[in-house]
């Protein structure tokens, strides 16, 4: 990891308070929408780092900063995550195989402390990821 990126993700400190990712559920901030329910909205990524990039995120956050905070009341919605990355790949012509990546706390390099998945795809992933 960069100095840079390393003490970007340090500056975000992990926190419960309101992210970009309420405003974009609130259709506050706008985000090209490429999947929506009632429980989870997945969206293009501004800042792709794949041709297919999208990020899931639950719309109620209920203490779900991060996998590490994840309790036993949450694995109904954490499945859930799953299976729409599942249906969002399907959708995007990812048959040929995708990456799912959940960053957690400052040496995952989380930057938004709302959970969400990482669906990234389009192109050969290389391996080990980082």
Same mark, same amino acid.
């Given at each position: 990891?960069?100095?840079?990126? =390393?003490? @970007?993700?340090? @500056?975000? %400190? #992990? ?7 309420? +405003?974009?559920? +609130? =259709? ?12 989870? !909205? ?8 794949? #041709?297919?990039?999208? !990020? ?7 203490? !779900? ?13 954490? *499945? ?5 990355? +599942?249906? %969002? ?5 990812? *048959?040929? /195989?995708?990456?799912? %990546?959940?960053?957690? *706390?400052?040496? /995952?390099?989380?930057? %938004?402390?709302? !959970? ?5 795809? *389009? ?8």
């Amino acid at each position: 990891m960069a100095a840079s990126e =390393k003490e @970007a993700a340090l @500056a975000a %400190v #992990p926190t419960d308070s309101p992210t970009i990712f309420d +405003k974009i559920i +609130k =259709k506050e901030i706008p985000s090209t929408v490429v999947y929506e329910d009632d429980k989870v !909205l997945a969206f293009r990524d501004i800042n792709p780092q794949a #041709p297919t990039h999208i !990020l899931i995120i639950p719309k109620v956050k209920d203490g !779900l900063t991060g996998l590490a905070k994840a309790e036993e009341r949450h694995i109904e919605i954490l *499945g859930y995550l799953l299976y729409i990355a +599942k249906v %969002v790949a399907k959708q995007e012509g990812l *048959g040929d /195989g995708f990456r799912i %990546v959940i960053n957690d *706390g400052p040496n /995952g390099c989380q930057s %938004v402390y709302h !959970l969400h998945l990482h669906l990234l795809g *389009g192109r050969q992933m290389n391996w080990p990821p980082g």
